[in-house]
């Protein structure tokens, strides 16, 4: 019988796997390209895509694809066979060096943003060797990056390279400054939480807005819900319990850590986590177990949804971005240490995050801006979206101190001088954990908790990448050939403090005061909606930071922001267009029909018994019909408004209809319609309900 140690990464063209297969001097030179980023030679290339084809046919594999992550939000892949034609009629397996490294995809269907005319089709795939190939079905997966016949990035995993490549460099300068000569790589790592939802495939199916959005539109709440709090942690029910195994077997199989499953606090909520891996590698991991749950899922015959907010009334789904930063010696730099040069050098990283933060609090929100998770940010299940930083009592207070310049009033009472006075010893978990902050340090890490369940983490390790590596390279620059290193060290970490401590808070991300206090006296930003944090993408100090990092060009960042208000008019238009459809071809007939055989019942008694009054059929009728009206009303109204949309000027405008107009009047035919599905007989309601949903899975 086999273990998971004998089968994790079988279907992955892993390190162990390269050892065995490439030549000596093959392998040393591929991951020397790995590991330092040179340039691969042609006749590498060559040897690695043959050892690659035979070890993929091996496992069963018959095409090859450049697996790559458009600005859709999901993979793509075209497949190609390894055969080509051989002189006696038959056939040969082949694939080069060349095919390894470019592929060339039709591009012409993919979001640009303006980035080259639509009757352009040409797109380009490159390899990138940083994350193993992979064999998923029949297929060879070869990760890569996509970019235009122009050379521009069509894709996440370009811009996330970049934003890697931009931390380790400006890393390696400040490493530099405390003498560590040695370090030839600062690499960030993430462990994502996949949040998530199973329901039965019989009752996804039955209903229109979860077929078509990922979501339901209507819904009246459940007499139970998630108030009883036994959902979370609970016993994992048998046909889950079968799911998550099979999920395990499949993830394990392509070399991805998952490691922790439980139940979440809503009813029929999950949740995943990983252990962290190299940002690039995790996020194309993610990408691969969003995928994965959802085909497993259906062979259970449910259907996962990973839409931030399926439900209304319990929790939405999230996925905290467990992220930190560290050498390739294995140093974590976000770990405090135990001796003077470690402390400094962690409170100098830290205060460069705590910097970034700060100064690009637009950019971590817009990482994380889509119409579903619009929805959940700033309930009580998720952080607001105020962007803020928990620090802990702790290590608040250790800053407070070299703010200040006093002692510290900890363990031990120690003037905080850095470079000389030992940081009293800061172990990890001395504070408990803030579920409600949008940013939050948890010992040696930190935990970016805004993402929503679907989105791609690429988005989000991007914009904290590059406000990070802005704000070392600030630091790199007044520290270098400075007379007295320690001195300007200290200053220029307590001005940081100084400057920047408005945007750590250590108390209750979901009072309403805090917003009040966050916004109107600490300055911090508070876009609610994608309409109102998009726009901010092309302020000037966001386009100067990321252009002069090479993470994004003014064209890539100009057509990024038309993709992401496009993608976001798109779903919303969807989502009403489809609640007018339910609502005038399912919900309002059932409730005609409900009302018009109560109405025939109450005159069948009165022709027994004239002397009756049949209040309570009578009042039924009333409300109903009242309702029926309403929601021919307010669908028109959604119907209108929504063909309103054709005359905004630009994309821009489109967002703002529908943040102020449309999203409204989806508010109020779902009030509506809500309501009548509480007055209206289950035998009539035309698909399930919240309490079906909710607890069907056994």
Not at 471 to 496: C, P, W
Request: negative net charge.
């Amino acid at each position: 019988m086999s273990t998971v140690k004998d089968y994790f990464g079988s279907l992955v063209f892993d390190d162990r796997v390269m050892k065995a297969t490439l030549s000596d001097k093959v392998y040393a030179s591929l991951k020397k390209t790995i590991d330092e980023g040179t340039e691969l030679d042609i006749s590498v290339a060559n040897a690695v895509a043959s050892a690659m084809k035979d070890w993929a046919v091996s496992k069963g594999a018959t095409h090859y694809t450049h697996w790559f992550q458009p600005l859709t939000g999901i993979t793509a892949e075209k497949h190609d066979s390894f055969i080509s034609p051989s002189p006696d009629g038959g056939v040969i397996m082949e694939f080069s060096g060349k095919e390894l490294i470019k592929g060339e995809p039709d591009a012409s269907s993919f979001p640009s943003g303006g980035l080259r005319a639509t009757f352009e089709a040409r797109g380009y795939t490159a390899w990138d060797p940083t994350s193993y190939a992979f064999i998923k079905g029949k297929t060879l997966c070869i990760p890569t990056a996509f970019c235009s016949y122009g050379g521009h990035a069509l894709d996440k995993k370009t811009p996330l390279l970049r934003s890697m490549e931009a931390l380790n460099k400006q890393a390696v300068r400040i490493l530099r400054l405390f003498g560590n000569d040695s370090v030839k790589r600062v690499t960030s790592s993430v462990g994502p939480e996949q949040e998530y939802f199973l329901i039965t495939k019989e009752m996804h199916e039955q209903r229109p807005d979860l077929r078509f959005t990922g979501r339901t539109l209507f819904g009246a709440k459940p007499p139970k819900g998630q108030e009883m709090d036994d959902h979370y942690f609970g016993v994992i029910k048998p046909r889950v319990a079968a799911f998550m195994e099979e999920l395990n077997d499949e993830l394990w199989k392509l070399g991805i850590l998952a490691k922790t499953e439980h139940n979440e606090v809503a009813p029929a909520q999950h949740e995943l986590a990983p252990i962290y891996a190299t940002t690039n590698i995790a996020t194309d991991h993610n990408q691969l177990t969003m995928e994965i749950m959802q085909k497993v899922a259906a062979k259970h015959g449910l259907v996962c949804l990973l839409h931030e907010k399926p439900f209304a009334g319990v929790n939405g789904s999230g996925k905290h971005n467990n992220w930190s930063i560290a050498t390739d010696a294995g140093q974590n730099l976000l770990s405090p240490g135990a001796t003077p040069y470690e402390n400094a050098q962690f409170l100098l990283f830290l205060c460069a995050v705590i910097k970034a933060v700060d100064d690009y609090q637009d950019l971590l929100r817009i990482s994380v801006a889509t119409a579903g998770n619009d929805h959940r940010l700033g309930a009580n299940e998720a952080p607001p979206a105020v962007v803020s930083i928990f620090l802990g009592d702790e290590l608040n207070a250790v800053l407070e101190a070299i703010e200040t310049d006093t002692p510290y009033k900890g363990t031990e009472k120690t003037q905080m001088k850095l470079g000389v006075d030992v940081l009293p010893k800061f172990n990890r978990d001395t504070t408990d954990r803030n579920r409600t902050s949008p940013f939050a340090f948890t010992g040696n890490k930190f935990e970016f908790r805004m993402l929503g369940s679907s989105n791609s983490i690429a988005c989000a390790n991007i914009m904290l990448n590059s406000a990070v590596a802005e704000s070392l390279k600030t630091y790199a620059d007044r520290l270098e050939g400075v007379a007295d290193f320690e001195t300007a060290l200290h200053e220029m970490i307590q001005k940081t403090i100084k400057d920047h401590k408005h945007i750590i808070f250590n108390g209750n991300g979901y009072d309403e005061s805090w917003i009040k206090e966050a916004t109107e006296k600490r300055g911090l930003l508070n876009y609610r909606t994608t309409a109102d944090c998009m726009p901010h993408l092309l302020d000037k100090k966001n386009v100067e930071m990321l252009t002069s990092h090479s993470i994004f060009t003014e064209a890539e960042l100009k057509s990024r922001y038309e993709i992401m208000l496009e993608n976001y008019c798109k779903t919303i238009i969807i989502e009403a267009n489809t609640m007018v459809d339910m609502a005038k071809t399912q919900i309002a007939p059932a409730v005609e029909a409900y009302s018009a055989d109560v109405a025939k019942a109450a005159a069948a008694k009165k022709a027994l018994d004239s002397a009756l009054v049949c209040s309570y059929e009578t009042g039924i009728v009333r409300k109903l019909s009242a309702l029926t009206d309403r929601i021919a009303v307010k669908a028109e109204e959604l119907e209108n408004a929504v063909i309103s949309l054709n005359k905004a000027e630009d994309i821009g405008a489109e967002s703002d209809m529908i943040r102020d107009t449309v999203l409204n009047l989806m508010g109020q035919l779902r009030l509506a319609c809500d309501e009548a599905e509480t007055l209206t007989a289950k035998t009539y309601w035309p698909f399930p309900v919240y309490a079906d949903l909710l607890f069907s899975v056994k």
